[in-house]
């Protein structure tokens, strides 16, 4: 059974609008959450992180979202850059971390 | 990307032999993991450590070995290689103990043919 899910496996979006990544769980006991964007060839790169107990976290362009009752993660980017274009990836665990599939972003100029 | 050092970054092997992917951590840090990311798989836990002596299974540990006599070093080894462990490994550490960030290094790309 897949835990960490992304349903949407592209997004593409004008440059200057938002972006919005989606990411469900399944399991409650999940300490924190991850986002991480990534490049052909390099390792993940970290973006911004939740704990459990919070629902809300910004850094600059980036919000991540956390609706625990039903285990919904959001990432929202605005405004949205071409530099943005990668594919992301939301994460959720304590000691073993459960990735999700990766949705494609795609922000056009 | 915080001080975690893999090698090497390339390998060929063929079905059977062993090797050893090395990953390093020049910062102290107690939590070090390695994945596996396939395509369309996203990225898989094969083993963890939460401390030298301590190590435990992730999602996919069958046919990889994991030890940790140190803080700053955790090898992954594969026995006997198959080529369904064709992948790029990468290795996380975490930083700290309230934020739950996981810094990656830059991978290995390992063909088995």
């Known amino acids: 059974d897949q835990q960490v899910k992304q349903n949407s496996p592209s997004l593409s979006v004008q440059e200057g609008r938002i972006s919005i990544l989606n990411c469900d769980y399944t399991?409650?006991?999940?300490?924190?959450f991850l986002w991480y964007k990534k490049y052909p060839a390099e390792g993940p790169t970290f973006l911004i992180s939740i704990s459990s107990i919070k629902d809300k976290n910004e850094d600059g362009r980036f919000t991540v979202f956390l609706n625990k009752s039903a285990k919904h993660l959001s990432l929202h980017i605005v405004p949205s850059q071409p530099g943005d274009s990668a594919v992301y990836f939301c994460?959720?665990?304590?000691?073993?971390?459960?990735f999700g599939t990766g949705t494609r972003l795609k922000v056009l100029a | 990307n915080a001080g975690v050092t893999q090698t090497p970054k390339f390998q060929v092997l063929k079905t059977g032999q062993s090797m050893t992917l090395q990953c390093a951590q020049d910062m102290n840090h107690e939590y070090m993991s390695w994945y596996r990311q396939d395509p369309g798989m996203g990225l898989r836990l094969i083993h963890y450590?939460?401390?030298?002596?301590?190590?435990d299974q992730g999602e996919v540990p069958n046919g990889y070995n994991v030890s940790r006599s140190t803080t700053e070093d955790f090898p992954l080894r594969l026995l006997s290689a198959a080529p369904s462990q064709t992948s790029v490994y990468f290795c996380?550490?975490?930083?700290?103990?309230?934020?739950?960030?996981?810094?990656f290094g830059e991978g290995s790309r390992l063909t088995v043919l």
């Open positions: 996380a550490i975490r930083e700290g103990t309230n934020t739950g960030e996981l810094f």
């Open positions: 450590s939460v401390g030298a002596g301590i190590t």
């Open positions: 399991n409650s006991m999940f300490d924190y």
């Open positions: 994460a959720a665990g304590t000691y073993k971390y459960i």
